[in-house]
């Protein structure tokens, strides 16, 4: 962080690194909804995007339950 030499670039990372280990990093909001269910209250549709491994912002065709395993 303090050679001359270093191009700018490789100082400002530098600092940023102590920073980071010295004060902490920053904490991060997460923005979500959570849906508690139980697997008897869902419907087959969705039971089956879940075990696709969907979520429920896919945007894909309903999976037909009766293809799955």
């Known amino acids: ?4 030499e270093a191009p ?3 100082r400002v990372s530098a600092a940023q690194a102590l920073l980071d280990r010295g004060w902490g990093k920053a904490a991060q909001t997460v923005d979500m ?9 869902l419907p ?25 395993n």
């Open 8 to 10: 700018p670039a490789a």
């Open 44 to 68: 087959d549709d969705e039971l089956a995007n879940i075990a696709a491994g969907g979520s429920e912002d896919t945007a894909s065709a309903p999976l037909d339950p009766a293809l799955l």
């Open 33 to 41: 909804t959570v849906k508690r269910a139980t697997a008897k209250e």
């Open 1 to 4: 962080m303090v050679n001359d």
